[in-house]
């Protein structure tokens, strides 16, 4: 890591069918999270908008973001994300991905 005190943040903002956003927290809270955060991941916060149509979370690393796209890069082609996602329906319709800055 290049700058300890520094943390990079995204926000994930994931699109799903109201009836299966429940299912869809489970799956996130019970095999995605667990993964990433031994992974180095911090997971911040999460939400969902009264219809149950959209899951927002913050994930941050600690470092810069070119640490966090590493780290990142190395989730999305590992072993331990491939057999997370492998037997997963396809929860998410639409994604927004953005770095973010918490300002308060």
């Known amino acids: 890591m290049s700058d300890t005190n520094t943390k990079t943040t995204w ?5 799903t069918d109201p009836e ?3 299912e869809f927290i489970d799956f996130l809270t019970s095999r ?3 993964v990433r955060e031994s992974r180095g991941f911090i997971i911040e916060q ?3 908008n009264p219809e149950g149509t959209q899951l927002t979370w913050f994930v941050s690393y600690e470092g810069s973001p070119e640490d966090f ?3 990142e890069k ?3 082609e590992s072993e331990d994300r491939a057999q997370v996602f492998a ?3 396809a929860y998410v319709t639409a994604k927004d991905l ?7």
């Open 20 to 22: 299966r956003i429940e």
């Open 69 to 71: 796209a590493a780290a």
């Open 74 to 76: 190395a989730w999305e």
């Open 98 to 104: 953005q770095q973010a800055r918490q300002i308060f």
């Open 87 to 89: 037997d997963a329906p």
């Open 11 to 15: 926000m994930r903002r994931y699109t």
């Open 46 to 48: 999460g939400w969902v």
């Open 32 to 34: 995605v999270i667990p």
